[in-house]
């Protein structure tokens, strides 16, 4: 059984950057295609980007093309996602998610609160 | 981009009822749709793939149907846990898109 263990609320002022990690447990990293949603106050949700399954690589959504960057480290089984140039309307709870549907697995979500 | 677009916003029923759920791509997904359930303060829940699978351990009275642009998302016969918020998601093609959700509301 995947697990996803996000890291913790974070509280950032406009402009800066965050980082938000996403550790999975119970199968191999590399064998997973990984992904990121997001979701404002009161909002749906949003998917951000992932990695494609045929090649590995990373796709963004349009709208977070500059200032979003995912990344994995395999030695660790750790996902992340950067998003940089934050404003007030990135608060957010941000996910992790994985599986073949793409959304079988969800990381417990990470609040990020933008905010001068 | 593909647009998903989830009728009613809100769905008003009483347990014991039947909800029908809808979702209208702006193109076809052919059967390549999803639908989540969140309840307020959790993650989603994947509870229907491919339009008309369930996911492990989803109970029977959910059952999804349709193909290219239409599809729908039946509970048979509302729990008290299934008052919740529900999304469609798509697969077809990049970038993957969800609907904007359809609130199952105790009348």
């Keep these: ?116 | 981009e593909i647009v998903l677009t989830q009728s009613p916003a809100t769905l008003s029923l009483s347990p014991g009822e039947r909800a029908t759920l809808s979702c209208r791509a702006s193109q076809s997904v052919s059967i390549y749709l999803a639908w989540y359930q969140q309840k307020p303060g959790q993650s989603p829940r994947l509870l229907i793939y491919d339009a008309s699978n369930r996911a492990t351990g989803i109970p029977a009275r959910f059952s999804g149907s349709g193909s290219g642009t239409d599809f729908t998302l039946t509970i048979s016969s509302l729990e008290p846990e299934d008052f919740a918020v529900y999304y469609c998601q798509q697969r077809y093609n990049w970038p993957l898109t969800f609907g904007g959700g359809t609130k199952v509301e105790i009348k």
């Design chain 1, 1 to 116: 059984q995947v697990q996803l263990v996000q890291s913790g609320a974070e509280v950032k002022k406009p402009g800066a950057s965050v980082k938000v990690s996403c550790k999975v447990s119970g199968y191999t990293l590399t064998k997973l295609s990984m992904h990121w949603v997001r979701q404002a106050p009161g909002i749906g949700l949003e998917w951000m980007g992932g990695f494609d399954p045929e090649d590995g690589e990373e796709i963004y959504a349009q709208k977070f093309q500059d200032r979003v960057t995912m990344t994995k480290d395999t030695s660790t089984d750790t996902v992340y996602m950067e998003l940089s140039s934050l404003r007030s309307e990135d608060t957010a709870v941000y996910y992790c998610a994985t599986g073949a549907q793409p959304f079988d697995y969800w990381g417990q979500g990470t609040l990020v609160t933008v905010s001068s």
